[in-house]
């Protein structure tokens, strides 16, 4: 994933007495959680509870055309199909 597009999704948000704080979109945590545990030979259970995490709270609220279009483009769109299996998320049917 380019950085150039994690940087076109990071959220700035402005903290009081400390300034703006940059973080990364719920979207680019979940495709880079998916790449370390593809590059930990699918074995990490810490990533893949995070991603499951992630995927549950963020479910109304994610975009899954960009996840689908980045995931597919990343060679990780199995395991993202997967990571909504587990989390029990059918994103042709969440209420977005």
Known sequence: ???AIMVAQTIAQTLEKLG???FCSAEDV???KLLWFR???G???RQWND???VLKV???ALDYDYLN???TELGIADLLVRAFDDAGISPSTTDL
């Open 69 to 71: 279009q980045w995931a």
């Open 58 to 60: 963020q479910a109304n």
């Open 20 to 22: 703006t704080a940059y």
């Open 43 to 45: 074995v990490s259970e």
């Open 51 to 53: 991603l499951l995490g």
């Open 39 to 41: 590059k930990g030979s």
């Open 30 to 32: 979940v495709l880079q």
């Open 1 to 3: 994933m380019s950085d």
